[in-house]
Each structure stands twice: as structure tokens, then as C-alpha cells.
């Protein structure tokens, strides 16, 4: 006698998969920004490691039931997603995150668009969104803006800055890593 398929529940099945797409939209805002926090990256980090034994769950049970799936590859995209977080984390944040760079560059306009507005507001202001990104606060100095976008390592802040003119030298708390014309990458170290 053969093993019978499992019983599943398509509403099971259908909340699962349900799950993964909130999740994976949800974590396209955290990779692409300019950095990753300590806390977000381990929310990131932990809800894709239960999402994927989750399914790692289904798909041994579909197996020992004598079900083929093609669906181990589709799991693959856990252990990445959880790799790329990482990765980002680690690297202090890199500018080179293609997610970032098509981010920043469907939203260069909108940054563009408060850099050459006349500053009416304080030094330092908190605007929100700016294109697709969430601006916790603006640093004008001089024709120079920083837009800090989100907290980044431990206690670091990363973000973007428009600074017109030559090349700005190295700060000792700042580093800025060119994303084209006058735009730069921002880590500010704290």
C-alpha cells in the first residue's frame, strides 16, 4: 500500500503563501533604504528565518508524503533574503545595494526638488517622505543637504546628501560615497 497525501488545508496554504508576499513587501523598504538599524535587521532577520522553516516544514512534509516539488527552489529565496540582509548589515550599509541605487534614483527628483527649494524652515527639519524615501530629518549647511533616512548599525544614521561643487574631503565622522553628480551616499558615524 502507498502513502496517501497529506491532508492540507488550501486555507493553510493560501495564509502562507498570503504571509510571504506581506513579508517580502514588507522587507523591500528596509533593504533598499540607505542602511539597516540593528533593530530592523534583526526583526528582518528573524521573521525570515521563521517564514522559512515554515515552509521548510511544508515542503519536508509534501516530500515524505512522496510528493516532487518543485518548490525547494522557491524556498531558496529565504536563506537569500536573510544572506542579503546580512550582507547589508554587515558591510556598513553599501551604497552599491542595487535596491538603493533604483530607489534613490525613481526618487532624485523629489530630493532635488527640497535641495533647491529656499530653506524657510530651520537648519534641521523633519519633512517625511521624500520621494520614496521616509526623511526623519534634513541638515542644511550652507548649499549642502543631508537627508538622514534611517538609523543604521547600532547607533550610526545613514541617508542622503546633495553637496554641489568639488569633491568634499573626508570627515572623521562621515563618510560619503559618490551615487552620481553631486549626490553621495551618507554614513554618519556617531
Known amino acids: 500500500m502507498g502513502r ?71 524556498w531558496l529565496i529565504f536563506p537569500l533574503a536573510g544572506i542579503a540582509v546580512a550582507i547589508i548589515f554587515i558591510t556598513t550599509q553599501s551604497p552599491m545595494n542595487p535596491l ?18 529656499p530653506s524657510v524652515r530651520p537648519v534641521s527639519s523633519l519633512p517625511g517622505w521624500v520621494g520614496l524615501f521616509r526623511v526623519q530629518r534634513v541638515d542644511r549647511f550652507g548649499d549642502d543637504v543631508h537627508f538622514v533616512t534611517v538609523s543604521c548599525g547600532v547607533i550610526d544614521e545613514c541617508g542622503i546628501a546633495h553637496i554641489p561643487g568639488p569633491a568634499p574631503r573626508r570627515l572623521s565622522k562621515t563618510r560619503l560615497t559618490p551615487l552620481g553628480g553631486a549626490w553621495y551616499h551618507l554614513y554618519s558615524v556617531f
Open 4 to 74: 496517501s497525501p497529506p491532508v492540507r488545508s488550501p486555507l493553510q496554504r493560501r495564509g502562507l503563501v498570503l504571509a510571504t508576499a506581506v513579508w517580502g513587501a514588507f522587507l523591500l523598504e528596509p533593504i533598499s533604504d540607505a542602511g539597516i538599524g540593528f533593530p530592523m535587521g534583526l526583526v528582518a532577520l528573524l521573521g525570515t528565518a521563521v517564514l522559512g522553516a515554515a515552509w521548510l516544514g511544508v515542503l519536508a512534509a509534501e516530500r515524505a508524503s512522496g510528493m516532487r516539488s518543485w518548490r525547494w527552489l522557491a
Open 100 to 117: 538603493f541605487r533604483l530607489r534613490f534614483l525613481l526618487s532624485r527628483s523629489a530630493l532635488h526638488g527640497v535641495v533647491i527649494t
